[in-house]
């Protein structure tokens, strides 16, 4: 299994690093995506979680599906195939993934480059919806970051406050405020602007020192407290930490495309896009 899981991960992250076969869930590192295959990918096991194509012995198609069991739904990693191979060739490993899933999984999702022509021919053959868009932003370390005293870390008392305004700022994303909560560690940390009342904003951050891995996951500021620079504060020490404390040089975010006032404020904060994505979702019955 290791060293299916090990021509899986270089397979993909070769392809992974064009825009044209990019696709969001997968990094492009072969370190960190044998590391997430080998221990955080699927409720499967991972010769049930990909369909994978070989010419004369040489991988030319990849597609795997992160599983869900708990909902029934999945991210899909891929298609990947090598150059110059048809979008027939998406349609075989798709048929090959949804058969051998079957029932356990009833809708697919999908976040690619719009420049993955590929995929989008793939997603339209098989009957997929079109989504939002969104830009992945990438910001370099900056040499003295100031944070502001307003922001700290959040406290235990303040767990409820935070779950309350992550849930009704994300209703429908993949984590709620509780799944948060239940990852905090020494990487996986929230910031947050505090008020007598609750928070007024937060930042959850997801550092991964090894590889040279940082995130913004989700950042939100009550409505009623806008307008007061917390957006920026909250930004401003999620950087900090991730790269003076842990040492990242690279931090990224996605941002819906559609928010300009955020994506000023981010690039303000020294964010710069670096893909335009599409998200997708494909329900089988």
């Known amino acids: 299994m290791q060293k299916f899981l090990e021509a899986i991960s270089t397979f993909i992250a070769l392809a992974n690093q064009k825009a044209e076969h990019h696709v969001g869930y997968c990094g492009d590192m072969q370190e960190e995506i044998l590391h997430t295959l080998s221990h955080e990918f699927s409720d499967l096991p991972a010769g049930e979680s990909f369909a994978v ?48 899933l079957g029932d356990k999984v009833h809708t697919y999702y999908g976040f690619y480059n719009e420049q993955n022509t ?20 990438h910001a370099s370390k900056q040499k003295g970051v100031k944070v502001d005293s307003r922001v700290g870390e959040l406290g235990p008392e303040r767990h409820m406050s935070f779950i309350k305004l992550h849930d009704e700022a994300f209703p ?36 991964k020192p090894t590889y040279n891995e940082g995130t913004i996951e989700f950042i939100a500021v009550d409505p009623a407290e806008r307008q007061q620079g917390i957006g920026t504060a909250l930004t401003k020490a999620a950087l900090a930490f991730l790269q003076d404390e842990l040492g990242i040089q690279t931090v990224s975010m996605t941002v819906d495309a559609g928010h300009e006032q955020a994506i000023r404020l981010y690039g303000r904060a020294g964010f710069e896009v670096v893909h335009r994505m599409e998200h997708y979702v494909v329900r089988v019955t």
């Open 53 to 100: 194509i070989h010419e004369a012995g040489t991988i030319i198609g990849v597609l795997g599906a992160d599983v869900d069991l708990g909902d029934g739904t999945a991210e899909l990693w891929g298609p990947f195939v090598k150059e110059g191979q048809p979008v027939e060739l998406a349609l075989e490993l798709w048929e090959d993934l949804t058969m051998r």
């Open 118 to 137: 590929l995929a989008r021919n793939f997603l339209c053959r098989v009957g997929a919806c079109k989504g939002s868009q969104h830009l992945i932003m």
């Open 172 to 207: 429908e994303t993949y984590m709620s405020g509780l799944d948060i909560l239940k990852r905090l560690d020494h990487e996986h940390k929230v910031f947050a602007v505090e008020s007598e009342a609750g928070i007024k904003g937060y930042a959850y951050v997801k550092g």
